[in-house]
């Protein structure tokens, strides 16, 4: 099965910023949609942003809009997502996932059956 291991959290003061990395193990990512989702403690788990496979169409959950930014470099095997501005309210476990390259995957902000496993996640907190 297809396994993302996903990396880069920790410890931010409010306003900080942070890099996680999503990163596959045993296959390339290019032919995949990757969205990255969080799950924050007594929270279900919620998407943040979804990436197309060649990364030429992006979305995001309203509540990151402007402030976190996914990419990917095919190249390297692997996507990431910056987040700047970061609020307590972003802390969190994050995690990457990879969909199927429908059209309507991204529109859709990944929410469909992810092809991949999920991961351990990387912890992300915002806290002064």
């Known amino acids: 099965q297809l396994q993302l291991v996903e990396s880069g959290g920790g410890l931010v003061q409010p306003g900080g910023s942070l890099r996680l990395s999503c990163a596959a193990s045993?296959?390339?990512?290019?032919?995949?949609?990757i969205g990255w989702f969080r799950q924050a403690p007594g929270k279900e788990r919620e998407g943040v942003s979804c990436?197309?496979?060649?990364?030429?169409?992006?979305n995001y959950a309203d509540s990151v809009k402007g402030r976190f930014t996914v990419s990917r470099d095919n190249a390297k095997n692997t996507v990431y997502l910056q987040m700047n501005s970061l609020k307590p309210e972003d802390t969190a476990i994050y995690y990457c996932?990879?969909?199927?390259?429908?059209?309507?995957?991204?529109?859709?902000?990944?929410?469909?059956?992810?092809?991949?496993?999920w991961g351990q996640g990387t912890r992300v907190t915002v806290s002064s």
């Open positions: 996932a990879a969909f199927a390259p429908s059209p309507t995957t991204v529109r859709a902000m990944c929410n469909k059956t992810p092809l991949s496993s």
């Open positions: 045993g296959f390339t990512l290019d032919y995949y949609a």
């Open positions: 990436i197309s496979s060649s990364g030429g169409s992006t």
